[in-house]
């Protein structure tokens, strides 16, 4: 076929502008709120995500691992009596205020952990290591959250509550959803830091002996031990992450701006390749006076829209991954994982052809007489 | 041999009811391969409206068709176009070449319809240029082409498809004198020397000299004893002589 679509797409550069930055500007609003969606979700369920435990042990109705409710430590020795069982722990997070050096204060959520086992361990370590916890005062917070806590390097000494709070290292990529930043230490400074009883635990974490049958494991705990939940992690971390984005609307406000971000790419593509259409409109007159069928004529339009919708999608890309990168270092990630990329490369293309049916529909209704006319 | 087109009480009337226009009314029409006709007339007399019905670009409100044998009368809207592709080539007074493409690529591009293309696509249309005395032009715009050099690009596509049949409408009309003559030689060899039917609607006088015969339209049907058969090709009148800017 020769190159009459492509042609016709270069030939006015200006419109080609315009169409093209109307792609970009919706690939990347769509990818930028995607992005925030797919960081904030993962950043809601974080700590459950990465705890290694197979099950949590809650007080009853706890919606989300922020709202825990303080019981009885002794149910761990309860819980570590049931068959199947290969390890059980008792784990601490709970907000608490962070004193800076020059005395204001911020919001934290602590996380107690028995820096012994495996369970709920701090990840992704820069400076440090996870047994430097065990000294007294001992915290590890992520690097993300230096400048809010005014922290600057290993070895300096805080307050959380009233206790001493000495920093031993920093982890890279542990957000909190919430404004407040994890502070991990061990589960003893962990109950002064928040105020906790010696004799009470937020959470009770399990994990399930190799071969052991999940649910069963579940029942019996629950069969076992009074007033608890047990909920398995993939549920748990489901439920927090509901409720953070869906009960507070935060998901449903990037969601949103993301469907706007594809109606907006949409119009402007619809807008510019319509107007194409009719400046090439006696070109389609001539090429059904002269037989070609409406498929064909379709084809040239589509192929437009293909190739308004790859270009586009490549310089949309490239400004998402600048954007993801810088994104990094801020609060809210931005994430970008290669399957969403993917998805993009085809919802940028299924805009694009969606577009051009507005110019389809134009040329359909084309009378061939119109090429008589002078 | 049959006509190349048959035109049997032909009726258009456009919009319905009593009081829509009637555009052409009993129109008997026959053209044949070879010949060179010109449909002849006031404006709003009915040529185009006929020229399109004997494309196929137009339906008719009553009356018999016959496009190579074929009755196109009854025909739906969708097997028109193939028809058209099979038996018609247009020419265009405004010549209607795409203007982002070359004139190899617009010929490339009737050659394209009916399914030829690549190598062998090129190849023909350089074959059909040079038959039209462009060769030198075939990676031209038309930006970069003369009117008459524009319209010979516009013949050499409506040749690409191989038509028996071919259709103009004002080839002339904006061209020069020495142009349009030579532009309608062109047009008399398809009729003469490659056994086209070539039919014209012009307005132009100083095309009859190249007519086999000329056909006027008054308000909507053939004038009454005004089918003429025009001066043999090649033998002006003094008249005409003026007009093709010859003295």
């Not at chain 1, 007080?59 to 761990?76: D, H, I």
Request: proline letters at 4%.
């Amino acid at each position: 076929m020769p190159p009459l679509a492509q042609r016709n797409l270069f030939h006015d550069k200006v419109r080609l502008a315009v169409t093209l930055t109307g792609i970009v500007f919706s690939v990347v609003l769509i990818v930028v709120q995607l992005g925030l969606f797919l960081g904030f979700t993962t950043a809601t369920s974080n700590l459950i995500d990465h705890s290694g435990a197979d099950l949590w042990i809650t007080s009853q109705n706890v919606p989300y691992v922020e709202q825990g409710v303080a019981f009885s430590e002794r149910k761990l020795y309860q819980v570590r009596a049931v068959p199947g069982v290969a390890d059980a722990q008792k784990i601490i997070t709970r907000f608490a205020q962070w004193k800076r050096h020059d005395g204001s204060q911020e919001s934290i959520q602590v996380v107690g952990i028995n820096v012994d086992d495996k369970l709920e361990r701090p990840w992704n370590l820069v400076d440090g290591r996870v047994e430097d916890l065990k000294s007294p005062d001992a915290v590890i917070l992520d690097e993300l959250y230096k400048q809010k806590l005014g922290v600057s390097h290993v070895g300096e000494v805080f307050e959380i509550g009233h206790f001493r709070a000495r920093v031993v290292g920093f982890t890279h990529g542990i957000r909190s959803f919430t404004t407040s930043p994890y502070v991990f230490t061990s589960f003893k400074n962990a109950q002064d830091f928040t105020n906790l009883r010696e004799d009470q635990t937020m959470f009770i974490l399990v994990k399930v002996a190799p071969g052991a049958d999940l649910q069963r494991v579940r029942r019996d705990i629950l069969a076992h031990v009074k007033d608890v939940d047990v909920l398995p992690t993939a549920q748990f971390s489901r439920m927090t992450t509901l409720y953070w984005m869906f009960t507070t609307g935060a998901g449903v406000a990037v969601l949103i701006a993301a469907v706007l971000g594809l109606v907006v790419g949409f119009v402007v593509v619809a807008q510019t390749i319509y107007a194409t259409t009719m400046d090439h409109i006696r070109e389609y007159g001539t090429l059904k006076a002269m037989g070609a069928p409406n498929s064909y004529v379709y084809k040239v339009i589509m192929k437009q829209a293909a190739i308004s919708a790859v270009i586009g999608y490549a310089l949309g890309m490239v400004v998402s991954i600048f954007v993801v990168h810088g994104s990094e270092k801020g609060g809210a990630a931005i994430l970008m994982p290669p399957s969403m990329a993917g998805g993009m490369f085809f919802l940028t293309l299924a805009m694009c052809v969606g577009a051009a049916l507005v110019s389809i529909n134009k040329v359909t209704r084309i009378d061939p007489a119109m090429v008589f006319k002078g | 041999m049959q006509p190349a087109i048959k035109v049997r009480d032909l009726t258009k009337r456009y919009d319905e009811g009593a009081a829509g226009n009637l555009a052409l009314r009993g129109i008997d029409l026959d053209v044949h391969a070879g010949e060179l006709l010109l449909l002849m007339g006031p404006s709003g007399s009915g040529k185009t409206t006929l020229l399109s019905i004997m494309g196929c670009i137009l339906t008719a409100t009553s009356g018999s068709v016959r496009i190579a044998g074929r009755e196109v009368v009854g025909l739906s809207q969708k097997q028109l176009p193939a028809l058209r592709l099979e038996h018609i080539g247009f020419v265009f007074q405004g010549f209607n070449l795409f203007p982002t493409l070359t004139a190899a690529e617009n010929v490339e591009l009737m050659l394209d319809l009916k399914g030829v293309s690549g190598g062998k696509a090129k190849r023909r249309a350089e074959e059909l240029l040079d038959q039209v005395g462009l060769s030198p032009k075939s990676e031209s715009f038309p930006a970069d082409l003369s009117g008459g050099q524009k319209q010979r690009v516009a013949i050499a596509r409506a040749l690409a498809g191989d038509p028996q049949i071919v259709l103009a409408d004002e080839p002339t009309a904006a061209l020069d004198s020495l142009t349009g003559k030579t532009v309608m030689e062109m047009m008399g060899r398809l009729a003469h020397e490659r056994g086209r039917a070539v039919v014209i609607v012009t307005h132009d006088s100083r095309v009859t000299p190249f007519a086999d015969r000329i056909v006027r339209i008054e308000d909507g049907a053939i004038a009454p004893h005004e089918e003429t058969a025009a001066v043999p090709p090649g033998v002006l009148t003094q008249t005409a002589q003026p007009a093709l800017g010859l003295i």
